[in-house]
């Protein structure tokens, strides 16, 4: 089945330490972004790619990174630089960009203790 | 800078009677507009969405209303069913740019 895998659902990590979200779409999408949700506000856009090699920063890109190696992954590092790391963190494709709709992962919930 | 914005937090409704969602922008270059639906602990799933050269479009129980005078959209769901008890995000394009803006989202719990 075509769709977007996100793992693992729940993540736990202490402070100070970086760690990496996974994201992986088999449909064959272009492009990819990074979404992070806190209760009571939106999605707010972390990171997103066009085409593999490349991405952008979205609104609250400070303490994260990303890489595009491949069109079908696109891993969010978490840094320790990130003051408010817990969230759910949610991974979306699509196939192009402009206008095109954007299908979700079942996201990844990271607490930081 | 919230330019969509959804201000009714929550919203209770009757089973079989309509459910009405609201979310109004600010940029007036929005020209795309999706509605998300999302359970707790799992990702968005689209719904429905518009173009602003429409004012309507319509898909089963649920249809969306652009005034673009007013900067104001809406989701009807008619008639409201108790597995549509979900967070229903507001999100708006700009043709022009890259990112889709989404609004707080609105819970809505459908009664039995």
């Known amino acids: 089945d075509g769709g977007i895998t996100q793992s693992p659902k729940y993540l736990f990590r202490k402070e100070g330490q970086n760690v990496t979200l996974s994201c992986e779409q088999n449909l064959n999408h272009d492009a990819m972004y990074w979404y992070r949700q806190d209760p009571g506000q939106g999605l707010r856009l972390i990171y997103y790619?066009?085409?593999?090699?490349?991405?952008q920063k979205g609104d609250i890109a400070e303490g994260y990174s990303v890489s595009r190696e491949k069109k079908e992954s696109f891993p969010l590092t978490v840094t320790s630089a990130q003051k408010n790391p817990t969230a759910f963190y949610l991974c979306?494709?699509?196939?192009?960009?402009?206008?095109?709709?954007?299908?979700f992962g079942p996201g990844t919930r990271l607490t930081v203790l | 800078d919230q330019q969509v914005k959804q201000n009714s937090p929550s919203l209770s409704v009757q089973e079989g009677r309509i459910s009405i969602l609201n979310c109004d922008y600010t940029?007036?270059?929005?020209?795309?507009f999706l509605w998300y639906k999302k359970y707790p602990a799992e990702g968005p799933t689209f719904l429905i969405s518009?173009?602003?050269?429409?004012d309507k479009n319509e898909d089963g129980r649920f249809t969306v209303f652009l005034n673009k005078s007013a900067k104001h959209l809406s989701l009807h769901i008619v008639p409201s069913q108790p597995g549509d008890s979900a967070v229903y995000f507001c999100?708006?394009?700009?043709?022009?740019?890259?990112?889709?803006?989404f609004g707080a989202g609105t819970r809505l719990t459908v009664k039995p």
């Open positions: 518009i173009s602003s050269i429409k």
């Open positions: 999100a708006a394009k700009d043709g022009n740019n890259n990112d889709m803006r």
């Open positions: 790619s066009q085409i593999v090699n490349d991405f």
């Open positions: 979306a494709s699509s196939k192009g960009m402009v206008g095109d709709t954007q299908y």
């Open positions: 940029n007036s270059m929005f020209d795309y």
